[in-house]
Each structure stands twice: as C-alpha cells, then as structure tokens.
C-alpha cells in the first residue's frame, strides 16, 4: 500500500557531508510525521530525527546541531542533510512516516534501509 524508497547514501571520509532522500509513494491520502532511524549491527534502532507535517522537528543528542531534516510535502519526500559526519554515525539509516491511507486507515511505514560510511 505504502512504499519508502532511500537513496544518497555511500562513503564519505570523517568531517564530510551526505543527504539523505526518502520519497514515499503508493496509495497515500496524506502524510503525518516523518523520520529517521539508524541501526548499526548487534545494536538497536536508534531514533535520529522527525519532523512534523508542519514543520516541527526534533532530533537525537548525537546529531544535534550537524544534522538538519526537512520535507518536500508535495513530493512526500523527507530528507536528512548530515554534516561534519563522524565515523560512530556508521549505520544503515532507515526512512519512517505514519502515513493516512486513501482508505482513511494509518499505517507506519519504513524504507529498505540505505548504508552510510564513514571513513576516519
């Protein structure tokens, strides 16, 4: 009913920068808050960031202030500008939404996960 694709991920070297997309497409009446997790291996999923439809956003400790998020409501898509990345922000960054369906029913919905590196 709902899909989350991510993309921008990769190897950037410690100091460096990346953005993250996730668009979110299928049978979608609107969209409410949208975030993103973080999950490093043998480790939980972390929360990282969330901003609301309208604008609101809060953020994990560890990424405040070199992390921004944003959305593009038109699109259904949210991003997450990483900068000054350090090499403990190495995870598989997944893509979150409570989406409300077409059918007025709500689901949370999550992307595949997309890889980030960061080299020291």
């Known amino acids: 009913q709902v899909q989350l694709v991510e993309s921008g991920g990769g190897l950037v070297q410690a100091g460096g920068s990346l953005r993250l997309s996730c668009a979110a497409s299928?049978?979608?009446?609107?969209?409410?808050?949208m975030g993103w997790y973080r999950q490093v291996p043998g480790k939980q999923r972390e929360f990282v960031a969330r901003i609301s439809s309208g604008g609101s956003t809060n953020f994990a400790d560890s990424v405040k202030d070199r992390f921004t998020i944003s959305r593009d409501n038109a699109k259904n898509t949210v991003y997450l500008q990483m900068n000054s990345l350090k090499a403990e922000d190495t995870a598989v960054y997944y893509c979150e939404a409570m989406v409300v369906l077409t059918s007025r029913s709500t689901v949370h919905a999550w992307g595949q996960g997309i890889l980030v590196t960061v080299s020291s």
């Open positions: 299928g049978s979608i009446f609107s969209i409410n808050d």
